[in-house]
């Protein structure tokens, strides 16, 4: 784990708020100096506090007005059926995110498509002829709020 002080938390909370912020921006932000704070980002970079800094796309100016979350029960267990299905649903355009996870699931997908018939021909001639599939289930994003992490 790594140890944080206030002034890295201020700087973790600043930058998931807006990563595009320089160091110069921050630091006259936090009351720093410029350089303490570009060593101080760095240092979260070199020690993976900070992973990556990433571009949110807004989907809907993009043509892509429906978001769905698949929940996907394999059909056959085993290592060869998860690397294929991992492999061929990250082929998918559509489908943004692919989460292994643990419980009702085996994996849980970010979907988005155009409208719901969009949704739909992705669903039936996509998703549901990937090797291994089973059981799915869909959830349509009403809406989204963008929440803090844990700092």
């Known amino acids: 784990m790594i140890e944080l002080d206030e002034i890295d938390r201020k700087i973790l909370r600043a930058l998931s708020q807006d990563a595009t912020q320089t160091a110069s921006h ?3 932000k936090l009351d720093l100096s410029q350089p303490a704070t570009w060593r101080r980002i760095k240092r979260l970079e070199d020690e993976g506090a900070i992973a990556s800094r990433r571009l949110v796309l807004n989907s ?10 698949l929940g996907i029960k394999l059909a056959a267990k085993g290592r060869a059926s998860l690397e294929d299905f991992e ?5 998918i355009r559509e489908v943004q995110t692919v989460e292994h996870v643990l419980g009702l699931y085996d994996y849980r997908l970010r ?5 719901i018939a969009d949704f739909e021909r992705v669903l039936r001639r996509r998703i549901m002829t990937l090797p291994g599939v089973g059981h799915v289930e869909a959830n349509v994003l ?3 709020e963008r929440r803090p992490g844990p700092l």
């Open 111 to 115: 979907v988005v498509a155009a409208d």
């Open 142 to 144: 009403l809406s989204e």
């Open 87 to 91: 492999r061929a649903v990250s082929a």
């Open 60 to 69: 809907e100016a993009l043509g892509f007005g429906v978001t769905v979350f």
């Open 26 to 28: 921050l630091a006259r």
